[in-house]
């Protein structure tokens, strides 16, 4: 029963997103799935990615998941994204340490990283600049913040 209330509120949660990114943001106008850009987004809370990733979709892009930073390391070398949102606090491989891993691998440090974290704090986002983060999302995500960073790097 828990389970069941627990899906409808996050079918109710897409819903209301879903409403929202639509009223400000048209998607983008590229005809085949294929020639989307690719987002890849690093997030280990189920409930995140899935709102995440909703926002991502209906803005027009491909998106790929992973859960940890071990994930996203290998996700990133095979699949080349054109972005990579990252949350911090991962199992595995932190986000700061993929983030610097990723910038320090020449087959991926080309590859702008979006930092995606609850942490609001100066020293957070300073420690996230020293890794090559390019940008910082604070959650909850706003479909507006999302949509201007995914376009300022893509």
Do not use: W
Not at 3 to 29: C, D, K, W
Not at 54 to 69: P, R, S, V, W, Y
Not at 114 to 143: E, F, N
């Amino acid at each position: 029963m828990i389970r069941l209330h627990a899906v409808r509120n996050m079918a109710g949660e897409m819903g209301q997103i879903s409403n929202m990114t639509s009223r400000y943001f048209a998607p983008m106008n590229i005809k085949s799935k294929r020639d989307r850009p690719t987002i890849l987004l690093v997030e280990d809370s189920p409930t995140q990615r899935i709102v995440v990733s909703k926002m991502i979709q209906e803005l027009g892009f491909n998106i790929l998941g992973a859960g940890d930073g071990k994930e996203a390391l290998h996700m990133a070398l095979q699949h080349q994204p054109a972005l990579i949102l990252m949350d911090f606090d991962l199992p595995l491989v932190n986000g700061l340490d993929a983030a610097k891993n990723l910038r320090n691998t020449a087959a991926t440090s080309h590859i702008p990283v979006v930092a995606l974290t609850g942490c609001d704090s100066q020293a957070c986002r300073l420690r996230a600049l020293m890794r090559g983060v390019v940008d910082y999302i604070v959650k909850p995500v706003a479909p507006e913040q999302l949509h201007s960073a995914i376009t300022e790097q893509i």
